[in-house]
């Protein structure tokens, strides 16, 4: 059986070992691959793995062989999930490894707006601190989150997780789901409608999946509902946000800051408008890619071909 990986630089740039999928068949692995590469380098393969490269309904036309598609990752829009159906290909993507990883960058970027840890280092090593006339300085507000309020949009894994470390930090956590009424209390966090959590929260963070309803739900109006000193964090879905409009509001202090691990286009342009934008961190898409958690999606991502070989496919996202 002939597996290829089609884009594994992202999971695997050289710190993990392929064998649990290696010892499934004969395994080729490509770091990346081109548009114009894709059906050659599928060839006669039964088995294909992506990670963001695009496996449409030309490319299924095309490589008659593939009999089952793992998405190396959790949203699986890179492939065209109708079409792999209509040619009787399996599709599976990896739900659940990220989960600890992604909160605890949630307070990572949360920890570093309310402390700037780096700009404060940095100045000590330009000599501020050897020439403050105090014994201590500091360049911004500093912030302590006991008694602040964490304001959870989508109670998933994630969003759950979040809220976990949030109460340990002392907050009151509210949270908003579609599919959780409002006025219900969930361990200690409280079921509320989207404008109270937006009115009510100091932070705002997003964990919801991007479906055309969520698409732009932080726009120029919900940003205009939060408080000027809140803070936005998302490290779900970069179409979640109209950068634009967050950029107008961080610049005009409807809100404090904001911290993205997610953009709407990745990489992004280089004219992005929340380049410039006041208190506004960008990450590159790093909160799901410690290495524990890499090292469980590589675990899972063999795990799912096990079962489709055996006939009981898990994971699937085309049934």
């Not at 068949?25 to 088995?47: H, M």
Request: glycine share 6%.
């Amino acid at each position: 059986m002939e597996i290829v990986v089609l884009d594994g630089y992202t999971l695997n740039p050289g710190d993990l070992a392929w064998d649990e999928i290696k010892a499934l068949g004969d395994l080729k692995v490509y770091d990346r691959t081109s548009s114009d590469q894709i059906l050659d380098r599928i060839g006669n393969a039964e088995i294909v793995y992506t990670n963001k490269t695009p496996l449409t309904k030309e490319i299924f036309e095309n490589a008659p062989n593939i009999k089952f598609v793992g998405v190396l990752a959790t949203g699986y829009n890179v492939v065209d999930i109708e079409a792999a159906k209509e040619n009787d290909i399996v599709v599976s993507n990896i739900p659940t490894y990220g989960t600890r990883s992604v909160a605890q960058m949630v307070f990572a970027l949360l920890l570093e707006l309310c402390h700037h840890v780096r700009l404060h280092s940095d100045a000590v090593k330009n000599g501020e601190w050897s020439r403050s006339e105090d014994f201590c300085f500091w360049k911004t507000p500093l912030i302590e989150l006991a008694d602040k309020v964490m304001g959870i949009v989508g109670l998933g894994r994630i969003g759950t997780q979040v809220a976990e470390i949030a109460a340990s930090f002392g907050m009151r956590v509210l949270a908003m789901d579609a599919k959780i009424e409002a006025g219900q209390q969930r361990d200690g966090i409280e079921m509320v409608e989207m404008d109270d959590l937006l009115k009510n929260a100091d932070v705002v963070s997003l964990h919801c999946p991007l479906f055309p309803e969520t698409q732009g739900i932080i726009n120029k109006d919900s940003l205009a509902k939060m408080k000027d000193s809140a803070f936005l964090i998302n490290t779900s879905r970069g179409p979640l946000v109209v950068e634009e409009d967050l950029t107008e509001a961080l610049d005009n202090g409807v809100i404090a800051g904001a911290a993205l691990d997610v953009l709407s286009v990745e990489p992004p342009e280089e004219n992005n408008p929340l380049y410039k934008a006041k208190n506004c961190l960008i990450t590159p898409h790093i909160s799901w890619a410690t290495k524990e958690a890499r090292g469980r999606l590589m675990h899972i991502a063999a795990t799912n071909l096990e079962a489709f070989i055996a006939g009981k496919p898990v994971n699937v996202v085309n049934r």
